[in-house]
C-alpha cells in the first residue's frame, strides 16, 4: 500500500511522553475544540479539516486544530492538498486510561440536559 502522506509537508506534534494532562484537559476546555474531538471519536477514519461545519472563522478554525495537534489530543497529516485528522486515542488512552471516555461521555450528557431545556 502506497503512503499518501504529502511528503514536505510534516506538521510538528508532541512525542506520547511529551503529551501533558494538564495541556490535554487546557485543549479539551474549549467548547469547539470540544466538538471537533467528539466527532472524530464518532468517525472510524481520518476527516478533513474541511469536513467540519464549526461556527466560527477560518482563521479561528485553523486555531483550533492547532492546539488541539500540540497538545496531543490529534495528529494532523496533509493528504494531497488536503490536512486530514484523526484522534490520537491509543496515546491518550495510554497515558490517561478512560479519561478521554469519560470527557466525552460527559460532554454528551451535558449535550443533551441543554436540548432538553429549549
Known amino acids: 500500500m502506497t503512503d499518501t502522506v504529502t511528503p514536505g509537508r510534516a506538521l510538528p506534534h508532541p512525542e506520547r511522553e ?3 494532562l494538564e495541556g490535554v484537559l487546557h485543549a479539551l476546555a474549549d467548547p469547539m475544540r470540544l466538538r471537533i474531538v467528539s466527532e472524530l471519536a464518532s468517525e472510524p477514519a481520518e476527516l478533513s479539516c474541511s469536513r467540519f461545519d464549526l461556527p466560527v472563522t477560518k482563521s479561528t478554525t485553523t ?3 492547532r492546539v488541539l495537534r500540540e497538545s496531543g489530543v490529534i495528529r494532523q497529516v496533509y493528504r494531497g492538498t488536503a490536512k486530514m485528522n484523526a484522534l490520537r486515542r491509543d496515546d491518550l488512552d495510554g497515558l490517561f486510561p478512560g ?3 469519560s470527557l466525552l461521555a460527559a460532554a454528551e450528557r451535558q ?3 441543554l436540548r432538553e431545556r429549549v
Open 63 to 65: 486555531h483550533h486544530f
Open 99 to 101: 479519561l478521554l471516555d
Open 111 to 113: 449535550a443533551r440536559r
Open 18 to 20: 511529551e503529551i501533558r
